[in-house]
């Protein structure tokens, strides 16, 4: 399956890899919703960030392959303030887009 190899049919998303390849800075601007991120932001995260593509499975764990990334920015509007997301809302950004997501395609 492409899938599973990394490739993707839709010339978009096509271009999207292209394109990761290439930067060094990411920027991400995003509402949060219901604590986390976007339905579109997870939808273009499964479509774009493939098996093979930012990611391969080793012996060791899991290995980033997008490694000219050097570095991310994220930019998020709420109506919740930060601290409430941050202590009480589960910090969801941080804790799975950042430290996981993000990470493993990095590193």
């Not at 920027?27 to 219901?34: A, C, E």
């Not at 990611?55 to 980033?64: A, F, L, M, P, V």
Request: charged share 20%; proline share 4%; aromatic share 10%.
């Amino acid at each position: 399956m492409n899938l599973l190899q990394g490739k993707a049919l839709d010339p978009q998303v096509k271009h999207y890899q292209e394109q990761l390849k290439k930067i060094k800075h990411l920027v991400l601007v995003f509402p949060i919703w219901w604590h986390d991120t976007p339905a579109i932001l997870k939808g273009f995260l499964d479509k774009v960030m493939l098996h093979q593509f930012s990611y391969q499975d080793t012996k060791t764990g899991i290995k980033g392959l997008l490694i000219n990334i050097e570095d991310v920015t994220i930019i998020t509007t709420s109506k919740s303030p930060t601290w409430y997301l941050k202590y009480f809302g589960g910090n969801a950004i941080e804790k799975v887009l950042i430290k996981s997501t993000l990470k493993r395609s990095r590193h």
